[in-house]
């Protein structure tokens, strides 16, 4: 596995004014204020989802809700009436199959969100915080290929950064970033450079360390934990997300009811004792009730060849 050179490619998110929401625009199944009867086809919902990914809307998200058979469209704070227009307009016909949910917040990735004055610390450790230049994020999972020690974070932190340390002050060197990749996806390899860093193949919740023997899909009702030295529990609401950033598009998440704060970008979920995934993008800071989108960790697993230590 040959080192991967870092390249920023995460641009700042510039909120936009916030335009309220006509009622019939959030209406489920409303293409112009009317209700939609029906249902839809596993084809027809394919070609709505694809509608929404073309008509391209920074700060949207969405899946098919298995429950109501449409397509849920989320939209952050900052996307206006006239874009959720758009979207539905770009559906065309089956605009109908469109559901359209409002979130709080702004949907970035973790490691955009911003501190607030009453937040004293992040609410998720995912095991230790690793450290880059002008950059914290957290370890997710620690992993082995071919008998060298890595571990898996978010992808777009290893994008930005190509040597991790222990500490914030970058006296303790972890090693490089070999992999990276986001947009599209959002995950990350870094390998383990310094041989007295112990890499357990555990994770922490709260005072105890859970001891990861493998890992698993996530399906929607599944409960899981967080990582960290504030352990909390979340279920998966829904899979097979596509969220759409200022700085790209990302695929195949899950979504949760779970809050985020600056520096969880990596942060590792698990169900028992199987590594679920790694926290990607937050719609607010835990000061609020935020939505969390995650990373599943079969598809790294996968795309690398690793196995979980």
Same mark, same amino acid.
């Given at each position: 596995?040959?080192?991967?050179?870092?390249?920023?490619?995460?641009?700042?998110?510039?909120?936009?004014?916030?335009?309220?929401?006509?009622?019939?625009?959030?209406?489920?199944?409303?293409?112009?204020?009317?209700?939609?009867?029906?249902?839809?086809?596993?084809?027809?919902?394919?070609?709505?989802? =694809?509608?929404?990914?073309?008509?391209?809307?920074?700060?949207?998200?969405?899946?098919?809700?298995?429950?109501?058979?449409?397509?849920?469209?989320?939209?952050?704070?900052?996307?206006?009436?006239?874009?959720?227009?758009?979207?539905?307009?770009?559906?065309?016909?089956?605009?109908?199959?469109? =559901?359209?949910?409002?979130?709080?917040?702004?949907?970035?990735?973790?490691?955009?969100?911003? =501190?607030?004055?009453?937040?004293?610390?992040?609410?998720?450790?995912?095991?230790?915080?690793?450290?880059?230049?002008?950059?914290?994020?957290?370890?997710?999972?620690?992993?082995?290929?071919?008998?060298?020690?890595?571990?898996?974070?978010?992808?777009?932190?290893?994008?930005?950064?190509?040597?991790?340390?222990?500490?914030?002050?970058?006296?303790?060197?972890?090693?490089?970033?070999?992999?990276?990749?986001?947009?599209?996806?959002?995950?990350?390899?870094?390998?383990?450079?310094?041989?007295?860093?112990?890499?357990?193949?555990?994770?922490?919740?709260?005072?105890?360390?859970?001891?990861?023997?493998?890992?698993?899909?996530?399906?929607?009702?599944?409960?899981?934990?967080?990582?960290?030295?504030?352990?909390?529990?979340?279920?998966?609401?829904?899979?097979?997300?596509?969220?759409?950033?200022?700085?790209?598009?990302?695929?195949?998440?899950?979504?949760?009811?779970?809050?985020?704060?600056?520096?969880?970008?990596?942060?590792?979920?698990?169900?028992?004792?199987?590594?679920?995934?790694?926290?990607?993008?937050?719609?607010?800071?835990?000061?609020?009730?935020?939505?969390?989108?995650?990373?599943?960790?079969?598809?790294?697993?996968?795309?690398?060849?690793?196995?979980?230590?």
């Amino acid at each position: 596995m040959g080192n991967l050179p870092a390249t920023r490619v995460r641009s700042t998110v510039i909120a936009g004014a916030l335009v309220a929401l006509a009622a019939a625009l959030l209406t489920p199944g409303s293409a112009n204020g009317q209700s939609t009867a029906g249902t839809f086809s596993t084809t027809e919902l394919k070609t709505a989802r =694809e509608a929404v990914l073309e008509a391209d809307v920074t700060g949207t998200a969405w899946n098919v809700d298995p429950a109501t058979g449409r397509v849920l469209v989320s939209v952050d704070e900052t996307v206006s009436a006239r874009e959720i227009r758009h979207i539905r307009r770009t559906a065309g016909e089956l605009a109908g199959a469109l =559901e359209f949910e409002r979130i709080p917040g702004e949907l970035e990735t973790a490691a955009e969100l911003r =501190e607030t004055a009453d937040e004293t610390a992040p609410f998720v450790k995912g095991g230790e915080y690793i450290y880059g230049i002008d950059t914290k994020a957290s370890l997710g999972f620690n992993a082995v290929y071919n008998g060298q020690d890595y571990f898996i974070t978010a992808g777009h932190c290893t994008n930005d950064v190509s040597r991790w340390y222990l500490d914030p002050s970058l006296t303790t060197y972890i090693g490089p970033t070999v992999a990276s990749s986001y947009p599209g996806n959002d995950y990350g390899i870094v390998r383990y450079d310094n041989s007295t860093i112990p890499r357990p193949g555990t994770v922490r919740c709260g005072q105890n360390e859970i001891d990861i023997t493998g890992s698993v899909e996530p399906r929607v009702g599944m409960p899981f934990s967080i990582a960290g030295y504030n352990c909390r529990a979340a279920t998966v609401q829904a899979v097979n997300v596509t969220v759409n950033l200022a700085d790209g598009i990302i695929h195949g998440l899950f979504r949760s009811n779970a809050c985020a704060a600056p520096g969880d970008s990596g942060a590792a979920s698990f169900t028992g004792n199987l590594a679920l995934g790694l926290l990607s993008v937050g719609s607010a800071t835990c000061t609020t009730s935020g939505i969390t989108y995650w990373q599943p960790v079969n598809e790294v697993l996968t795309a690398y060849g690793l196995t979980l230590t």
